[in-house]
């Protein structure tokens, strides 16, 4: 029986040949446009699902708030993580990273700036799935200035020689130890680092302090942890371990600091969410968007959808020809579901030639997509086995769903109607067609309108003002500290070269982390604290980046105090503070520190115009400028 179907189905493809060339054609680009949209989708839903207790670590953020400005930043205290082990016996382990941008790495003749560095504790390879092919896991962090690197890490600087032992040099100064090899990281690892350097190495890692926040910390907890309940024991960890050092620091009681405004917070999130969930500042690692992936999950069912309604309103608005076929069929006795089952395997059939050929274009894609989405796209993998067979069952599901209507039409025609022609070519129904083929026009153009929101966007972001001026502006990474100490004799060196107007240095090139640090007016009250983001910056910043004085003037090497004394705040921060931008100029500030004491800061000596110092995606913050 179905020998005959199929046979009947390639008679019919052969005599209609342009028909079922559409037909295949559009199905094709239909079910290639799913594949290449559900492989992204399926690598971005399993980021940071390869490590073995990944359903069981949570990262820790702070949640707090200080003079108006709320602050949800992944970064915590140095004792936070220890302090978490001894206090709930919940938490198994704790692992500590603090990540280090473009580093620059030297051994012998082999010299390059590094960005995947980040010094973290020996727990690492007990919480996270860092597999390593040579070392000990157990004692390869465990002394100062030692370093685990990655498999090509360790090609790339010692090429086949055997890198155990052997020493990098960082920052022209400091020697670390090679004390082990890693594979690398996964496609979808987003923390994938190529350089695993001691946390005891760094004088920080010995900080007492809780109100001073510079790394990020990753809880394992036990099986039947319940993290909700967690965090209902934060509040008192913060009495316990944060409020002391923020009455010392603000010189008033906790409480009293809570009511002026105050908030001081962890929460944890579970790292598979991260990725997609988060909205966290200073985060390692890239972060997208869950949004993203329910957008383009939809725009592949759409763009499915019009080729299943295209290959609809072609077989019904063809229904004509195979009327009398329909009624000579019923005529020798052909059952009605018979007829059904006919134009169905028809529709499998060529959905099935369509599978064949989207599987070939989208392989043939994967290369220009891999680089439009920014991901190693692979479609013949044994991990993607399970994934091929379920779009084999998305293929056979869209020719039943393409087929099942002008089944049911084609097989209701009455012979007799048909064989003394008067068959109304599908009159009876022609609200259904109409409504496919508004539907397929609806969705075609939401798509096209979606393509030029995205595409406005886009320019959007490319054409806006951001406060400063990027063009002709080149930035040269220096970040050893001998080339920052001869700073200004390379400046000079670059004036000299032809076409070099201005140059000045920063601490954080625009879109780059910023430190923060709390700040109140000299002779306020000490319930007057604003966090503001800190960034230092050479004479010339503000003119070589274009950027406008809002009032006062800028940093100057006139006045002899500047380097000492005097900063600039742009007029977000002003705001925040409730400063007149006008009358700003010559106010000073405290640095709110870890003592009693606060130290004098400076004086304001201009306002510069609100610009974005962070990506797009953040508000304009407020900061303050210092000479460096």
Not at 205 to 233: C, G, H, M
Not at 311 to 335: D, H, I, P, Q, Y
Request: proline share 4%; charged share 20%.
């Amino acid at each position: 029986m179905w020998k005959n179907y199929l046979r009947t189905a390639f008679r019919s493809f052969n005599k209609q040949r342009g028909y079922a060339a559409i037909n295949v054609l559009g199905l094709t680009v239909g079910l290639t446009a799913c594949i290449l949209l559900f492989l992204y989708v399926r690598e971005e839903l399993r980021v940071d699902q390869h490590h073995v207790h990944a359903e069981q670590l949570y990262r820790v953020n702070l949640v707090a708030a200080m003079g108006g400005t709320d602050i949800y930043t992944a970064n915590t205290s140095v004792p936070l993580g220890p302090t978490f082990i001894e206090e709930f016996p919940e938490v198994l382990n704790a692992v500590r990273f603090r990540e280090a941008n473009s580093l620059l790495v030297q051994h012998d003749d082999q010299m390059f700036y590094e960005d995947r560095w980040v010094w973290t504790d020996p727990s690492v390879f007990e919480v996270f799935t860092f597999p390593l092919l040579q070392g000990d896991a157990a004692t390869a962090l465990a002394e100062p200035n030692t370093v685990v690197i990655s498999e090509s890490t360790a090609r790339k600087y010692f090429g086949d020689a055997d890198p155990m032992g052997k020493v990098l040099v960082f920052d022209t100064n400091a020697e670390y130890r090679v004390t082990g090899v890693m594979q690398d990281a996964p496609a979808t690892a987003r923390l994938g680092f190529n350089f695993l350097a001691s946390f005891v190495t760094l004088d920080r890692s010995r900080s007492t302090l809780w109100i001073q926040n510079s790394i990020q910390t990753y809880l394992l907890l036990d099986d039947d942890a319940d993290p909700v309940a967690l965090e209902a024991k934060l509040p008192a960890l913060v009495r316990k371990y944060v409020a002391p050092q923020v009455e010392q620091a603000m010189g008033q009681s906790f409480d009293d600091a809570l009511a002026a405004g105050l908030r001081f917070d962890f929460a944890l999130e579970a790292l598979p969410n991260i990725y997609l969930h988060s909205t966290a500042s200073d985060q390692i690692g890239n972060t997208s968007d869950i949004a993203y992936i329910y957008t383009l999950t939809a725009v592949a069912l759409f763009i499915l959808l019009i080729a299943c309604i295209n290959f609809m309103n072609l077989a019904t608005a063809r229904s004509a020809g195979r009327a009398r076929e329909v009624g000579v069929r019923k005529v020798l006795g052909s059952l009605r579901r018979q007829l059904i089952t006919q134009f169905l395997s028809e529709a499998v059939l060529m959905a099935g030639v369509a599978f064949v050929l989207a599987i070939g274009l989208a392989w043939a894609l994967t290369g220009p997509f891999s680089s439009i989405a920014g991901r190693d796209i692979v479609l013949f993998s044994a991990e993607n086995a399970g994934f091929l067979l379920s779009m084999t069952g998305v293929a056979l599901a869209a020719g039943l769903l393409a087929g099942l209507y002008p089944s049911l039409v084609l097989s209701a025609f009455q012979p007799v109607a048909v064989l003394k022609g008067a068959f109304s070519n599908g009159a009876r129904r022609p609200w259904l067609r109409n409504a496919l083929v508004v539907t397929q026009f609806a969705i075609s153009i939401a798509l096209l309108v979606g393509t030029g929101v995205v595409y406005q966007q886009l320019d959007f972001m490319q054409q806006k003002r951001l406060g400063f001026s990027g063009d002709q502006v080149l930035v040269l990474p220096i970040e050893t500290r001998e080339a920052q100490q001869r700073f200004d004799a390379f400046r000079q060196e670059l004036l000299a070269l032809p076409g070099v107007d201005q140059v000045a240095g920063t601490s954080a090139t625009p879109g780059r982390f910023n430190n923060t640090s709390a700040f109140r007016p000299t002779n306020a009250s000490s319930d007057q604290v604003y966090a503001l983001e800190v960034t230092r910056v050479s004479y010339d910043f503000v003119s070589t980046l274009g950027i406008e004085m809002a009032s006062g003037r800028d940093f100057s090497r006139d006045f002899g105090t500047d380097e000492e004394e005097a900063f600039l705040l742009n007029e977000a921060a002003a705001t925040a503070m409730g400063l007149d931008v006008t009358t700003a100029p010559g106010t000073s500030f405290m640095e709110v520190g870890s003592s009693a004491d606060d130290h004098d800061y400076g004086t304001i000596v201009g306002i510069v115009e609100d610009f974005h110092f962070e990506s797009l995606h953040h508000s304009i913050r407020p900061m303050v400028l210092q000479l460096r």
